[in-house]
């Protein structure tokens, strides 16, 4: 089984609707991200979380919110989707012990019409 | 802001032939990662390097660090097939785990 998953893997939703994007680890990590991927772009960082109680936001914040459920479940909201938002996005997890490894989960494909 | 580009965005090369990825930036990096992303999936990390001018080798794949902190290059012998992808260089600019990516660079290797 996949360390990191992703639901959905792919979403097509309309203009104003509110979107949910869920990741779930089993790597026992603190750490967790989330990214958006564009072409051309790379990817940029979204929001991070260290722990359970701890929320910061990333480079490109504006138009989502998350919540961190709890250690091992980091969810991505889209509160009124936009066409802007149409990306690839990726869940990530980074190991406590001070590793630099981000495990990233498979992505889901969103699509905002 | 942080910013960490990659040249050249796209590569297009045969089987056999060598290949330089480079990642640069102003800014100085406590460590830098090197990803490879395959469609349909998630980047897979291939190597990090924290020490100035440290060189990692990863079967054909060499890895080096600037002096300075602030630039790295990939090198690929001998390319093959199996190399294609994209490569993503990621920092972490002040040991914070809060990682800048790279722009990216499409690598494909033609049989």
């Known amino acids: 089984d996949a360390d990191v998953t992703q639901t959905p893997r792919n979403r097509i939703t309309k203009t104003g609707k509110r979107i949910m994007l869920e990741c779930s680890q089993t790597k026992g990590h603190d750490r967790m991200y989330w990214y958006r991927q564009d072409p051309g772009l790379g990817l940029r960082l979204i929001y991070y979380?260290?722990?359970?109680?701890?929320?910061n936001k990333g480079e490109i914040s504006d138009g989502y919110s998350v919540s961190r459920q709890a250690q091992a479940k980091f969810s991505l909201s889209l509160e009124s989707a936009i066409p802007n938002q149409t990306a690839l996005y990726f869940c990530?997890?980074?190991?406590?012990?001070?590793?630099?490894?981000?495990?990233f989960g498979p992505g889901t494909r969103l699509t905002v019409l | 802001t942080q910013l960490l580009e990659q040249s050249p965005q796209f590569l297009s090369i045969q089987e056999g032939e060598n290949l330089t990825v480079y990642c640069n930036s102003s800014s100085v990096f406590s460590s830098l990662q090197w990803y490879r992303q395959e469609p349909g999936e998630g980047p897979v990390l291939l190597v990090t390097?924290?020490?100035?001018?440290e060189v990692k080798k990863l079967k054909r794949l060499t890895f080096q660090f600037g002096d300075a902190r602030k630039d790295s290059s990939l090198h690929i012998t001998a390319a093959q097939p199996g190399d294609t992808g994209l490569y993503l260089c990621a920092g972490d600019g002040s040991g914070t785990y809060k990682y800048i990516f790279g722009t990216g660079t499409r690598l494909k290797v033609l049989a």
């Open positions: 390097v924290v020490t100035g001018g």
């Open positions: 979380s260290f722990d359970v109680k701890d929320i």
């Open positions: 990530a997890t980074n190991d406590n012990r001070g590793a630099d490894t981000q495990y």
